[in-house]
């Protein structure tokens, strides 16, 4: 899968099966399937396209959502504070586009596996198609609700993105293994406090909660200062181990 990116900076996905066309004018499609990342295509008009190697990022970007998304402060916390890494198994739910489930594929690799939890089948259908674009075969998205159990067991990370996610804390205690990780994202603080007080019950350790607020940078001539404008909060983040 490849992009491109038009004299504007505007982003566009393409397919190499057919042609591409926009105000900025037409590339043929035997350009686009002889074209390699780095190469310049012209439209009929005299345009010019980049074509570009798309991150994760770039994906997560472009491709169809139809809920919210995970922001990459909180998704890169939650690899951090987890260790998650390479060859690692992880448990998602529920999925919605799939951005954290792309994230995870992305850093266990192709000897590391997800599996995400999704109830509502137009969604999981949407998920599907965006794996696809990242072309990692990594990931299984199971059009179940996570209520209903946890089929994997000795996994490395569990994260829980879902209205009541202290409903789950004993199946997922079974299906950890020894050493591995629960992750929570939770817009509200009683969500935080109900995790705080069902984790320990459970029977979880190492029992933390932060929440991630950052500020982008504006750099002028005039002068350097934060952003007038920023997100104010996205969500709490939980973490528990199974020790
Ligand atoms: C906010 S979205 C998830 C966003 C996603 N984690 C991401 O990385 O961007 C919440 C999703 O959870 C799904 N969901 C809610 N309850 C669920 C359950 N019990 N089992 C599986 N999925 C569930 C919803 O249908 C919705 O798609």
Excluded at 11 to 22: M, W
Excluded at 99 to 119: C, D, T
Excluded at 222 to 236: L, S
């Amino acid at each position: 899968m490849r992009f491109l990116i038009d004299e504007r900076g505007k982003k566009y996905l393409i397919s190499e099966e057919e042609e591409f066309q926009n105000d900025l004018g037409i590339l043929k499609q035997e350009d686009l399937e002889n074209s390699k990342a780095g190469d310049i295509l012209i439209s009929h008009i005299g345009k010019e396209f980049k074509v570009i190697q798309p991150s994760v990022n770039d994906i997560i970007e472009l491709m169809e959502r139809r809920c919210s998304i995970l922001l990459p402060k909180d998704i890169g916390i939650v690899i951090s504070y987890t260790g998650l890494g390479s060859g690692q198994r992880v448990v998602d739910a529920g999925t919605g586009a799939g951005a954290i489930a792309l994230h995870f594929a992305n850093v266990v690799g192709r000897e590391g596996k997800v599996y995400s939890y999704e109830v509502r089948e137009d969604f999981a259908i949407i998920a599907r198609e965006n794996v696809k674009l990242l072309g990692l075969d990594n990931v299984e998205i199971k059009n179940q609700d996570i209520k209903d159990g946890i089929q994997e067991t000795e996994i490395d990370m569990i994260f829980l993105d879902l209205p009541k996610p202290y409903e789950m804390l004993e199946k997922v205690y079974d299906a950890l293994k020894v050493g591995g990780w629960l992750a929570v994202y939770a817009p509200y603080i009683e969500q935080m406090q109900i995790l705080h007080r069902i984790a320990k019950k459970v029977g979880f350790d190492e029992i933390m909660s932060i929440e991630c607020i950052l500020r982008e940078m504006e750099v002028k001539t005039k002068g350097t200062r934060p952003k007038t404008r920023m997100v104010g909060h996205t969500g709490y983040l939980t973490f528990a181990r199974k020790l």
